[in-house]
């Protein structure tokens, strides 16, 4: 079985410097996403897009302890996750926007697929899934390298239910790889609650132990706590103990790609989940209370990163859209005779 990790975490114990860090990730993160989403609606963005708003504390909790040359394969909603490791927000606007500056240089409208390997951004495969046997390959690339790399695979809970999930999981507990699965189970995969797509009692983390991988359950908005978690798991990838399962419980504030009404929600829940249990508005309030911050601190935050937002935004829009023959890059034919 999984261990339930409950911590009541003292913020004075941390620097404030790096307190507020927390705060101002998870900031962006949701700046940006409700600025794409506005943008989706002006008819600037193509596709289709999955918001991660309420979901912040994910990227943010587990990137502060990544090196710029640890791997991420980010899930379905991995903007959080990709900001958090760094990309370029006007390359991540570019992508949206299909424009040259983005990291697909104009291919990247529609459903983007970023891939930035500056910053370990390894990209999210065609088929939710394959992640967690390209993370393998990733976890075995780097033993045989002999480098002390990480690699962070995170999925939700709809894709823990596919079948390449157990063969990736087995794949790193039988070579110890240095692998952290992180699991953000926001309840539902598309409309279906994960409890009708698992055959289990409990939690999802209780799958790791068949595989010899401990697992861990946590509430996944408190940053704090995935910040500890998580750097205890990366910690020991790094030093040679082998994978974690990290199950962080969270909640999408919206449906899953916008246009989605996600009427399978109970409406009531949904309200819970965003007045009570929002991972910025607690965080906030939990520094607040324990005087470890000051409202002026997250004013100031709030205006430097919205600017931030607006410049990457400016800059995405004044790049070049690609000319037509863009199509026929890395197009190649083999002669007939």
């Known amino acids: 079985m999984a261990e339930v990790v409950s911590r009541d975490i003292d913020p004075a114990q941390y620097d404030k410097d790096f307190l507020l860090g927390l705060y101002r990730e998870m900031v962006r993160q949701r700046t940006f996403d409700l600025n794409l989403i506005r943008l989706l609606h002006e008819g600037k963005?193509?596709?289709?897009?999955?918001?991660?708003?309420?979901?912040?504390a994910t990227g943010a909790g587990t990137c502060a302890s990544l090196r710029d040359d640890d791997y991420i394969l980010y899930d379905h909603r991995g903007c959080n996750q990709m900001i958090a490791k760094g990309v370029p927000l006007d390359k991540i606007y570019g992508d949206f926007m299909g424009r040259l500056c983005g990291t697909t240089c104009g291919l990247g409208a529609g459903i983007v697929h970023v891939a930035y390997p500056e910053k370990g951004v390894l990209g999210q495969s065609g088929t939710l899934g394959a992640c967690f046997v390209i993370a393998a390959g990733v976890g075995y690339a780097v033993k045989v390298k002999k480098t002390d790399q990480v690699c962070v695979c995170y999925f939700g809970d709809g894709t823990a239910a596919r079948e390449t999930f157990h063969g990736g999981m087995n794949w790193a507990g039988l070579y110890n790889l240095p692998i952290v699965f992180y699991c953000e189970n926001n309840e539902y995969g598309i409309s279906?609650?994960?409890?009708?797509?698992?055959?289990?009692k409990n939690n999802i983390a209780d799958r790791a132990d068949g595989y010899g991988i401990p697992g861990y359950v946590i509430d996944g908005n408190d940053v704090l706590l995935v910040y500890e978690v998580a750097r205890e798991a990366i910690e020991r990838a790094r030093s040679g103990g082998g994978p974690s399962f990290i199950e962080g419980k969270t909640f999408r504030h919206r449906g899953h790609f916008e246009g989605d009404p996600a009427t399978y929600r109970d409406e009531a829940v949904v309200?819970?989940?965003?007045?009570?249990?929002?991972?910025?508005?607690?965080?906030?309030?939990?520094?607040?209370?324990?005087?470890?911050?000051?409202?002026?601190?997250?004013?100031?935050?709030?205006?430097?990163?919205?600017?931030?937002?607006l410049a990457a935004i400016a800059a995405a829009d004044a790049s070049p859209m690609p000319e037509c023959t863009r199509i026929y890059e890395g197009l190649f034919a083999e002669g007939v005779v």
Do not use: C, M
Request: net charge negative; proline share 2%; glycine share 8%.
């Open 45 to 56: 963005v193509s596709g289709f897009y999955h918001s991660g708003v309420g979901q912040e």
């Open 192 to 200: 279906t609650h994960y409890t009708k797509a698992h055959a289990l």
């Open 271 to 309: 309200e819970e989940w965003k007045k009570k249990r929002d991972p910025i508005n607690s965080y906030k309030a939990k520094l607040i209370g324990a005087g470890a911050a000051a409202e002026d601190d997250f004013t100031h935050i709030d205006s430097e990163v919205e600017q931030e937002i």
